[in-house]
């Protein structure tokens, strides 16, 4: 495996973590003047928005409320979206809600005042620039997108998912409220979680891995696992939650620099083709992807066991094998199925995800071990 010693980081210009933080937004919002604000959030959070929506207008602050994006947005609802605020050419961009919030609240700052269209920055550090300032506060815990370079989008022509990687994406303002994800329902909170303590999971045993980010990684495995299942049984267990949107945010810190590996990349054609959410597809291949790469490096997976909360066993290929069995417990205890047919999958469907799935090379390279055509079908069969 390859330690490389280069690290590239981009941090948000500030970042809050603590609970009730809406009071601090409004404060904070009002100091930079702004004319017009653009909302970008979900309509269960609309209510508790409400006070922070007044002392805006109190200031005569213009606020835009958009609440049209629930899951997973795609080029189109992007386009449409731009279509509404480039007009009302907005002063700050706020994002509230889950990942696709975030992600679609990144994208509307950076296309305002742009020349640049969209087609011309899907990928890897083509976006030249961003003109409006950005705020993103998440309630889900979760994607990390908040301190993340990336915004993923559903391409209506091929169906697939596709990246836009930019360190124009990181906000000037982030805050992280874990009152705010109380209100996620379970099997939600199951699926973001699970992505969460994939993205920990996957940097830490990444060909990239680097020791500054496994310090983030190895803590979010820590701390996912050890309250994952709390809080899918109690909501309202505000300290499992805390943990939680703590795990998530240190998985958000490890995307830009080291970023995923196989179970992200096998996870986009369930998306695409099967319409699954990105949490529950990275769920359903965690524990498959782990038990194919645990050879490549036992040491590592066995660190991975131990911060799962595994017993120390006789040699490192044994803890790591525990680790596995331990991920298929979390899984289960928060109730997501285990098995791709369970949720609508079909077998004759497997090569053509497997064929889709080698068009992730972006997240493949980083696997701790090589992942041909041949072996995303024996993944595939072995999660089926
Ligand atoms: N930018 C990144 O770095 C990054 C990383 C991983 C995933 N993603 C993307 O993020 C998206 C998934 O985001 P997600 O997993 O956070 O889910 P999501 O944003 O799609 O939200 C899932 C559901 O939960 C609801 N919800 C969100 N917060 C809630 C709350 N507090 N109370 C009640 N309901 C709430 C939403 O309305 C939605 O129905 C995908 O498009 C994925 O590709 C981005
Ligand atoms: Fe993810």
Same mark, same amino acid.
């Given at each position: ?17 603590a609970n009730g933080v809406l009071p601090q937004l409004a404060t904070d ?91 011309? #920055? ?43 990687? +930019?360190? #124009? ?46 310090? #983030? ?29 703590m795990g998530s945010l240190l998985g958000g810190f490890c995307l830009g ?34 038990? #194919? ?88 069969? +072995?999660?089926?």
């Amino acid at each position: 495996m390859v330690h490389s010693q280069q690290l590239s980081i981009h941090f948000p210009g500030k970042l809050v973590f603590a609970n009730g933080v809406l009071p601090q937004l409004a404060t904070d919002i009002i100091a930079l003047h702004p004319t017009k604000i653009l909302l970008v959030t979900i309509e269960p959070l609309i209510e508790k928005l409400q006070v922070f929506i007044n002392q805006m207008h109190q200031e005569n602050i213009s606020v835009i409320i958009h609440t049209g994006i629930n899951q997973e947005p795609s080029f189109q609802d992007f386009i449409s979206l731009m279509e509404f605020v480039a007009p009302q050419n907005p002063d700050i961009i706020i994002g509230i809600g889950g990942g696709s919030v975030l992600d679609i609240a990144k994208l509307v700052a950076a296309q305002l005042g742009n020349e640049q269209q969209l087609k011309d #920055y899907v990928g890897i550090g083509l976006l030249k620039g961003r003109a409006k300032k950005l705020v993103c506060i998440p309630t889900t815990a979760g994607t990390g997108s908040e301190v993340s370079p990336n915004a993923i989008l559903v391409d209506n022509y091929d169906n697939q998912k596709k990246g836009i990687i +930019s360190p #124009y994406l990181l906000p000037d303002m982030v805050y992280v409220d874990p009152t705010l994800t109380l209100s996620v329902p379970p099997a939600i909170t199951a699926a973001t979680g699970l992505d969460a303590l994939t993205h920990c999971l996957e940097a830490y045993t990444n060909k990239f891995a680097h020791p500054f980010i496994d310090m #983030y990684a190895i803590e979010g495995i820590r701390l996912i696992a050890a309250n994952i299942v709390a809080a899918v049984k109690d909501g309202n267990n505000l300290e499992a939650r805390s943990n939680i949107a703590m795990g998530s945010l240190l998985g958000g810190f490890c995307l830009g620099p080291v970023n995923t590996a196989g179970v992200h990349a096998l996870s986009y054609p369930l998306g695409s083709m099967f319409h699954l959410s990105h949490g529950l597809s990275n769920a359903l291949l965690l524990p498959y992807v782990m038990q #194919y790469n645990l050879q490549a490096d036992p040491q590592k997976y066995a660190q991975v066991a131990i911060a799962l909360g595994c017993e120390k066993g006789a040699t490192d290929l044994i803890t790591a094998v525990l680790g596995v069995e331990k991920v298929k417990e979390l899984i289960a205890n928060c109730g997501i199925p285990a098995r791709l047919h369970e949720l609508g999958v079909t077998k004759a469907s497997i090569p053509e995800m497997a064929a889709a799935a080698m068009k992730i090379q972006r997240l493949l390279k980083n696997n701790p071990r090589l992942i041909e055509e041949k072996d995303a079908i024996a993944i595939f069969e +072995s999660a089926f």
